[in-house]
């Protein structure tokens, strides 16, 4: 039987799942980058049907106002005990997604995933490699392009790869971003600034194995879960092994088709622990709350580099992060219940008698 106090701590509206409402009218459908956009509410789906299987239907909440938000949240005579946090932006714009997380700090409402600091922090990839490097942490070599004029690239070796540095799911990653020589360069970080309006990542390219590393607290500790690979066996030789925007999010593309994902990944024990020290020094660097992924590339002698630190990763069903939480014995609800017991120490008593 459920402890008496369940019924009193998880009832409606005392959940609500909040994300990013993803509008058509603020986003060019001719435009590959809105599948990302729209992927979230496979998210919420997923963390909608686990809090009802766990007796606690959640109240969803698509964020397209701010101020309509802020006067539902304030205004209520009940604030909601907990947000799950899914948003990942607002109106198209990935930029705002610290401020989302900021609005329920100021409202004093808890809320799933890292904090607007950390997302902030981690959104920036310069600043993060800046903070990587201030503590010995690897992380390949970069400069940054402004839109104004070609950044100093003496000490860089190519071939080089170019993305924004201000994104997350592989947006402006393509095969056509990697480049060997610096002819096409200028061009192609023009047309990414145009695009993007944000500082271009020009970053050294390592030819490697991708293994990606996901964390989750638990009980106030953070722990790597089973490591996972991409794998690049199945893409054209002609085409540079990267994870572009196409092999995360269309699934009809060569690129999705020829990058599965391999979880465990087959590491030599001292290589894993190598790594799962290393994210675990990220995440704690950059302020990691509740769960993120650190993705990594590997040179030719093995060591491994960070590039990034994805702070609230997709966690739909078939996403990477619930491959490695499937391949360490944890399901989809024990996860829900994980973040619960995190972000409200009450209910840990009725989760887990």
Known sequence: MRP??????????ALWIVYNAWLRNTLDMGDPDWISESAVESQVAAVSEAL??????PEIYPLSSVLDAAVRLAGRRDKPRLIFNLAEGFKGNSA???NVAALFELLEIPYTGNSARTLAIAQDKAVTKRLLVSENIPTPAWRLYDGRRMPDLSGLEFPLIAKPSREDASLGIGPDGVFSSAENLPDALA???RKYRQPILIESFIDGREIGASILEEEGEARVLPLSEISFAGLSPDKPRITSYDAKWSPDSPEYRGTPTICPADLEPPLRERIEALALATFRLLGGKDYGRIDFRLDPSGKPYILEYNPNPDISPDGGFARSLAASGRSYRDFIRTLLANNIPSFEEALFL
């Open 191 to 193: 047309g990414l600034h």
């Open 4 to 13: 008496a106090a369940w019924g009193t701590l998880l009832t409606v509206p």
């Open 96 to 98: 705002w997604e610290m």
């Open 52 to 57: 009802n299987g766990l007796g606690s239907p």
